[in-house]
């Protein structure tokens, strides 16, 4: 069975990485989604260099989808779900070699409201 992708998706309907997804140049855009499917055909078998665990206890869990065309990076954060199932939560482009740490507390942030949500269900 292939892994299932899910969008995180905020309290009032936007959809974090769908929106970054769109900001992208098309060529970009399209490497990017050829990469989600990598994930959802690979699962948890992907290594890099497609996506890494991101360091730091805080951040436990967090994954990135690292996505390289050209000279631009971007990266998608990420994290395993029950059911073989990954939530993406949120992307940004990739401007120096140290990943921000309010686009880390942002993905951080998205988990803990999609957990929270889903466990009250």
């Given at each position: 069975m292939d892994w299932q992708i899910e969008y995180y998706k905020k309290e009032n309907g936007d959809i974090?990485?769908?929106?970054?997804?769109?900001?992208?140049?098309?060529?970009?855009?399209a490497k990017a989604f050829s990469e989600i499917e990598l994930l959802e055909k690979h699962g948890a078998n992907l290594?890099?260099?497609y996506v890494k665990p991101v360091k730091g206890e805080k951040y436990k869990g967090?994954?990135?989808?690292?996505?390289?065309?050209?000279?631009?990076?971007?990266?998608?954060?990420?994290?395993?779900?029950?059911?073989?199932?990954f939530v993406l939560l949120n992307g940004f482009t990739k401007k120096s070699g140290k990943t921000p740490k309010n686009e880390l507390d942002r993905a951080v942030?998205?988990?803990?409201?999609?957990?929270?949500r889903c466990y009250d269900e």
């Open positions: 974090p990485v769908l929106d970054f997804l769109f900001t992208l140049n098309p060529k970009m855009r290594r890099e260099p967090l994954f990135e989808l690292r996505i390289k065309f050209s000279s631009d990076i971007s990266r998608i954060f990420y994290f395993t779900f029950q059911n073989k199932t942030r998205y988990k803990q409201d999609y957990e929270r």
